[in-house]
């Protein structure tokens, strides 16, 4: 069976904007595919060329097997897309547009409905514009889930949710996932990436620069660690993967490799941890050590 | 209140362009009755007899105010241009109040300038100022161009002076409005609403019961009986009546919650019905409202054309400047006159008709579109959707205007034939309202933010209609108007070539645009 989608060298320009330069992107069946860059990165435009809004100006295309420019309205009723913001009718309530998009999609599934309204707490009888940004996205995510298909292409579905919806944005996916069905998940938070995906592909510039799973793409990032300890942790010096080291007395503070941390705590656990502060690895601090980008955002990028 | 003046230049620089044509078209629209009445009526006489015509008209009254002094240049203005020219102040205020409260608010980007140095209150007080600023120089433009005509001094200067103050009560109305509910679109509907009904009171009291003229401020303007013995004390009304709005307004400011309302926006349904189901249902459910204005307008305007009778040819005068105008020639005088008036309402229609193809753009640059056509909706269906609703919707436009024109001479002059004489008459002009339409179309489908050009083709037919043969435009330039090719039925003999001629446009342009939309990317503000 083919990958759900494949993408080869994809161009995209607008105008003089080289949106997409050859961008590649393969996603397996039952796999949730990271797809990770900064704002500006071309995320949003992969997605629309995916969905057959863009067309390509290069590069092949293949979206469950088939052509998403020429074959779009078949392959959509096999797929849910989420935008990265939804903008809804001012007139119409959530629920209109939830039945709406689901029976454009070709039905939906009414207890998983019922159920999604519920577990995202959202009031389906609001209008349109009353909705907060948060809402509106709930709506969006209740359309696309409770619809009985294949593949979901999410584009920065988070943005606006809370830390709870967060979570159940969470467990809708994972679960989505292990029934052996595929996600493309897009986002420029490192964090959520790592917390939700199979595998990972980074895109810089409209170009993939790394892909592989997060194991894979542990060499990559790097953790910063506060600690205090009984004792000085003076091996840490000089240890592989250990970098800016500032001692002063008991307290250490230093970046690791986040593929050495468990080396690293040995050594403070030798040492007596008094307190231990870890901070996860964002992607800024990525883009800026191995590509020397000075983030956030190109001039005139979209989010 | 720190920051109000800051706000009231970045507001004033915000709104400079929508501020100078809407006090131009006010302006214009009391000067132009001015100019008209004086290059209709050659004589004296003629004046006097369209005059006591007009006025024993109840539908004139109903639409215009009562009639006082209309054998006078002043008269004729006050009577031609004050009711509408307070409902179009009415709506500049409103746009003017509400897009810098309410709309601001819903946007989120009042906050920001909350949280930034400026005062609490500053972002209404600029309003007030900017908003009451607007109102007086519309007065003083209405004022100077009524003296530079010239007509009397202290009449023209009360028609202006009580315009800009009926413009704010409309604005201490919006003001309020903004308060009261909890979205822009709902403070639009509001405003729009008390507007409506001061000028339906007023309509029904100038017909026959006077105190419901007194419950409406723009009853209270024409009763300053500008040019007929003007008196200054209903502006005092006026005056209180915007303060009294603008306090209550401010007194629930003060009181309520950021970004919320007093009126809490009501629930809608829960669940989709069966119509919202498919992409016809939906584009339908969204223009519905329109399309019940539009008709209930263009009915209303046949009503009053058709009503006139027989009587046009008094109306016109006997001046070549009016008979040109109005009646091509080698026309019967009444045959002539209808025949324009259909035209007219054909014209009148194609804003529906341009309006209701836009729909398309504007769902596809506010970013609608995207979500519709990543279902299963191919793009070829939902453009083909829209266009069936605005041609069906269209058709339906113009033939109630067609049919308003038939009743309204039915009832005047006691014709029962003339009802399905004009509307079969209207029928042919479906044809290049929907050229309009397929022009719309084609510029939307070759790319969505060109599409507002096609309002330029509507800009030209009515120019050549309004001037073609006054200002001898070249035949070339005539012929670019869609509707310049259609017989003038009653006037003429009806002719089949031109109508399947212009179905055939309306079509191919359709079609063309059909095709380019499936072609293009779709496009995102
Ligand atoms: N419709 C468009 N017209 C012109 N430039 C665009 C358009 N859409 C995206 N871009 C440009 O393409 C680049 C990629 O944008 P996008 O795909 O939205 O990035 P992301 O979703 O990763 O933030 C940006 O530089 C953006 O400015
Ligand atoms: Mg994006």
């Known amino acids: ?80 897309y989420v935008p990265g913001e939804l903008a809804l009718w001012p007139n119409l309530t959530g629920g209109q547009v939830i039945d709406l998009l689901g029976r454009l999609r070709g039905g939906i599934d009414e207890r998983r409905r019922a159920d999604l309204i519920d577990m995202f707490e959202l009031d389906p009888s609001k209008k349109g514009r009353t909705y907060s940004k948060g809402n509106r996205q709930k709506v969006a995510l209740v359309a696309a889930l409770a619809s009985d298909v294949e593949l979901l292409l999410l584009d920065e579905p988070t943005t606006g949710l809370d830390p709870l919806m ?8 994972d679960e989505f996932r292990d029934s052996g069905r595929s996600v493309l998940l897009s986002s420029h ?39 205090e300890t009984v004792r000085p942790p003076t091996a840490l010096t000089g240890m592989a993967g250990v970098h800016d080291l500032a001692i002063d007395g008991n307290r250490a503070a230093f970046e690791v490799d986040t593929a050495e941390l468990d080396p690293v705590l040995g050594v403070l656990r030798e040492a007596g941890i008094r307190t231990l502060g870890a901070t996860p690895p964002t992607l800024e601090e990525l883009f800026l050590r191995h590509y020397g980008d000075t983030l956030p955002d190109r001039p005139g990028a979209e989010s | 209140m720190t920051g109000t003046w800051t706000l009231v230049r970045h507001f004033l620089r915000r709104d400079r362009w929508m501020l100078l044509w809407w006090s131009l078209g006010i302006a214009l629209l009391y000067w132009s009755q001015a100019v008209s009445v004086e290059a209709v009526y050659a004589s004296q006489a003629e ?109 023209s200067a009360a028609l202006g002076i009580g315009l800009a103050a009926t413009g704010l009560v409309f604005a201490g109305t919006a003001l309020l409005a903004a308060q009261l509910t ?38 209270w303007y024409q009763g300053m009986h500008a040019f007929s013995g003007v008196r200054w004390w209903p502006l005092l009304l006026l005056v209180a009546l915007a303060a009294v709005a603008v306090a209550a307004a401010l007194a629930v400011f003060a009181r309520r919650d950021h970004g919320s309302g ?64 109005f009646v091509p020639s080698g026309m019967s005088l ?27 753009r504007h769902d596809e640059l506010d970013g609608r579109v995207e979500v519709l056509l990543a279902t299963g909706l191919s793009r070829t269906r939902w453009l083909l959707t829209q266009v069936v609703l605005t041609t069906l919707a269209s058709t339906a436009v113009l033939l109630l205007g067609g049919l308003g024109l038939g009743v309204g001479y039915w009832l005047t002059a006691d014709d029962g034939g003339a009802v399905g004489r004009y509307l079969l008459a209207t029928l042919p002009h479906v044809a290049p309202v929907l050229v309009l339409a397929g022009l719309t179309t084609l510029a939307y489908g070759v790319r969505a933010r060109w599409a507002g050009l096609a309002w330029l083709g509507l800009v030209l037919a009515l120019v050549v209609m309004l001037f073609g043969t006054v200002f001898r435009m070249p035949e070339w330039l005539q012929d670019l108007s869609p509707f310049h090719h259609l017989a003038l039925v009653p006037a003429e003999d009806f002719r089949w070539a031109p109508l399947l001629a212009l179905a055939a446009v309306a079509v191919a342009l359709t079609a063309a645009g059909i095709v380019g939309f499936t072609r293009r990317d779709v496009e995102v503000r």
């Open chain 1, 1 to 80: 069976m083919t990958n759900p989608i494949e993408v080869q060298g994809l161009v995209k320009s607008f105008g003089s904007v080289r949106a997409l330069d050859g961008l590649d992107l393969e996603v397996s069946r039952g796999e949730i595919h990271g797809f990770l860059g900064p704002n500006g990165s071309g995320k949003s435009t992969t997605i629309r060329v995916l969905l057959g809004l863009l067309r390509a100006n290069g590069g092949s295309v293949r979206l469950l097997g088939g052509d998403p420019w020429a074959q779009a309205a078949d392959l959509h009723r096999r797929l849910a």
């Open chain 1, 166 to 173: 967060e979570a159940v944005f969470r467990r809708c996916v």
């Open chain 1, 189 to 227: 938070i490192l964090a959520e990436v790592e917390e939700l995906c199979d595998r990972v592909s980074i895109i810089r510039a409209g170009r993939r620069v790394e892909t592989g799973s997060l194991a894979d793409l542990r060499h990559l990032t790097r953790t910063t660690v506060r600690s």
């Open chain 2, 47 to 155: 004046l006097d007899r369209a005059a006591a015509l007009m006025g024993s008209n109840a539908a004139f009254v109903a639409m215009a105010g009562p009639a006082r002094a209309l054998n006078t240049v002043g008269g004729q203005v006050t009577w031609q241009a004050t009711a509408f020219g307070a409902v179009a102040i009415g709506l500049m205020s409103m746009f003017l109040v509400v897009r810098h409260t309410r709309a601001e608010e819903e946007s989120g980007r009042d906050e920001l300038l909350r949280a930034s140095a400026i005062g609490r209150r500053a972002t209404t007080a600029a309003t007030v100022v900017v908003v009451a600023l607007a109102n007086l120089l519309v007065g003083l433009l209405v004022t100077l161009s009524l003296v530079s005509f010239p007509l009397a001094v202290g009449d």
């Open chain 2, 182 to 219: 909890s979205g822009a679109r709902a403070a639009y509907g509001l405003t729009g609403v008390v507007i409506g009904t001061a000028y339906v009171l007023r309509a029904i009291g100038d017909v026959g019961t006077p105190v419901l003229t007194w419950l409406s401020p723009i009853g």
């Open chain 2, 262 to 325: 007093v009126v809490a926006d009501r629930p809608g349904p829960a669940r989709a019905g069966a119509l919202l189901g498919t992409p016809l249902g939906l584009a339908w459910r969204l223009q519905r409202g329109a399309v019940w204005g539009w008709a209930a307008g263009l009915f209303l305007t046949g009503l009053s054309y058709g009503s006139l009778g027989t009587d046009v040819g008094d109306l016109l005068g006997d001046s070549a400047m009016s008979q040109e105008m």
């Open chain 2, 334 to 360: 009444v045959d002539g006159f209808y025949a324009t008036a259909i035209l007219m309402l054909a014209l009148m229609s194609s804003g529906f008709a341009i309006s209701s193809a836009l729909r398309p």
